[in-house]
């Protein structure tokens, strides 16, 4: 199959991924710094996980959450990574149309996991701050666990009628995707038909999850810096607010690059494709590697038995 086939028959049988755009020569250069990033993100989540279950100390809300954002994003980072790796080290492009909205699937529907797991957290500190005596009995294992499911069942919902909405279109134009995975706006433009039901259900996802989950943050935050400023202490203010801010950074690195790769797809359609593909990148796979690396230097607990371990190691060595 040549990459600008246009016979219908064929596209319904696959897609053709882009590595780097206009530069397929360069893809084997992006293979190492790909599995770089993907070891970084299974070592740094994979370390957040052993050290919450090990240490006793840290189990509490706060650090069950973390557990499901690492969980979580290990996911969203395995999600994207076959096709990935298929391209750049192996110069393989092609992807079949089921296993194309499967992940497709996968990666929206993680990403909506990410997004009320970000609002899960966000209510964790919320509680934390304004009522701490009664933190652990309102946050208790069963309401954890209820709320991960609960998050999890949502973003299925969600996401569900996206891979059907994509397998109705009838695919005669060119079968290559500007992307390194399938993505369902990726996707949707190479129809022959009207898309108009799925840019509305699109626009839906966005503003009734990830738009509402943003605003939610927004709102507990401004709630708990009302809390905050009514402690009279100022140490306990800031010792308050410090609790916060490795969910700060985390709501940053995950929100930032989406509203920015939002905004290019938007109005950036002048941009040379290099800037479109860089963005989505940024945002699959920027979160899963930093989110832990902020958390073991911003939490204190996290850092101190990160080290011990480490110097535990060097000591029996």
């Known amino acids: 199959m040549t990459m600008n086939s246009t016979a219908s028959h064929a596209n319904h049988h696959s897609f053709i991924l882009t590595g780097i755009p206009g530069m397929s020569n360069k893809n084997p250069w992006m293979a190492f710094p790909l599995g770089f990033l993907y070891t970084l993100t299974l070592l740094g989540n994979g370390t957040i996980l052993a050290v919450i279950k090990v240490d006793e100390s840290l189990h509490e809300p706060m650090y069950y959450f973390l557990s499901i954002l690492a969980v979580t994003d290990v996911s969203l980072s395995m999600s994207t990574s076959p096709s990935m790796l298929n391209i750049f080290w192996f110069n393989a492009p092609e992807i079949p149309f089921d296993a194309c909205i499967t992940q497709m699937f996968f990666i929206h529907g993680f990403g909506v996991v990410e997004s009320g797991v970000l609002v899960s957290m966000a209510f964790d500190r919320f509680v934390a701050i304004r009522d701490p005596l009664r933190y652990a009995s309102i946050l208790t294992h069963d309401i954890i666990g209820k709320i991960g499911i609960a998050v999890l069942i949502w973003a299925v919902c969600v ?49 009734f999850t990830l738009g509402l989950d943003a605003l939610i943050i927004l709102f507990s935050y401004m709630l708990i810096l009302k809390t905050v400023l009514g402690i009279a202490s100022r140490t306990e203010r800031v010792k308050a607010l410090n609790t916060c801010l490795s969910h700060i950074c985390a709501v940053l690195l995950f929100y930032v690059p989406l509203i920015g790769v939002t905004m290019i797809h938007r109005f950036g359609k002048h941009l040379s494709p290099v800037v479109h593909t860089l963005m989505a990148n940024i945002y699959l796979l920027l979160p899963p590697v930093l989110n832990p690396i902020v958390y073991s230097v911003k939490t204190k607990q996290i850092r101190r038995r990160i080290l011990h371990m480490f110097q535990g190691r060097k000591n029996r060595a």
């Open 159 to 207: 996401v569900l009628p996206v891979p059907f909405l994509i397998k109705r279109l009838p695919f005669c134009r060119s079968n290559v995707l500007s992307h390194s995975y399938c993505l369902h706006q990726d996707a949707m433009r190479l129809a022959c038909a009207s898309t108009r039901i799925n840019s509305l259900y699109g626009l839906i996802i966005v503003i």
